[in-house]
């Protein structure tokens, strides 16, 4: 019951509509009809602003946190494939949320969150690759992905390289991500092979002018 009450309170928390949130009480939008129609951080800072746009990621990140580390801290020594568990519940909330019709955001904050509480020593790397490929492209779902295909390489080579203390439940859990990241993706993924994908301009200007 304790770990069946920690699952349903990280689902709830995960489920919190943020960029939803924030569309209607800024602009009286729905977000999810305007941009990318994504509910995410990503399309909150092209509809909304980069002010909105950055305080819906860091709630966002903040809810994988939440789940992962403070809600699993109900569990007796909060183990670690509890911690797992309670993010999985945070991320599949956020994705599908119960307070929008099931239809979120593609979940990569949230796994952020849940990433420092877990590993944390893996974000900077994840974050490098997010950046290096976001400054190269300017788009953001191909920065995305990488950055979560780039998680499993990190502990892997942790892990069995280095002999780091990595759980066996972090390390299988870290091969499932990308797999949930590239599909919440998919759409993207076809909108790239038409060469329809939405870059940050800004990005790009910058990228230009160095």
């Known amino acids: 019951m304790e770990v069946l009450l920690i699952i349903v309170l990280s689902y709830v928390v995960g489920s919190i509509p943020t960029a939803i949130i924030m569309g209607k009480l800024l602009k009286g939008i729905d977000i999810r009809e305007h941009g990318s129609g994504n509910a995410g951080g990503t399309n909150a800072l092209r509809v909304l602003g980069w002010k909105a746009g950055i305080f819906t990621m860091a709630i966002d990140v903040f809810k994988g946190f939440v789940a992962s580390w403070w809600i699993a801290g109900l569990a007796d020594g909060r183990p670690v494939w509890v911690m797992i568990l309670a993010g999985a519940a945070a991320i599949l909330g956020h994705t599908f949320t119960v307070f929008a019709r099931f239809k979120g955001g593609k979940g990569v904050g949230t796994a952020a969150g849940m990433l420092i509480a877990l590993f944390p020593v893996a974000v900077p790397i994840c974050l490098a690759v ?11 779902s191909l920065s995305s992905m990488l950055a979560a295909v780039t998680l499993p390489i990190v502990v892997s080579i ?8 990595v759980h066996d439940a972090l390390f299988y859990f870290s091969l499932l991500i990308p797999f949930f990241i590239i599909w919440t993706h998919r759409s993207n993924i076809q909108r790239m092979m038409k060469g329809e994908e939405n870059r940050f301009e800004k990005v790009m200007i910058f990228r230009r002018k160095s």
Not at 130 to 140: D, E, K, P, Y
Not at 158 to 165: E, H, P
């Open 130 to 140: 997010f950046a290096l490929s976001l400054f190269s492209t300017g788009i953001v």
């Open 158 to 165: 942790l892990k069995f390289l280095y002999a780091a203390d």
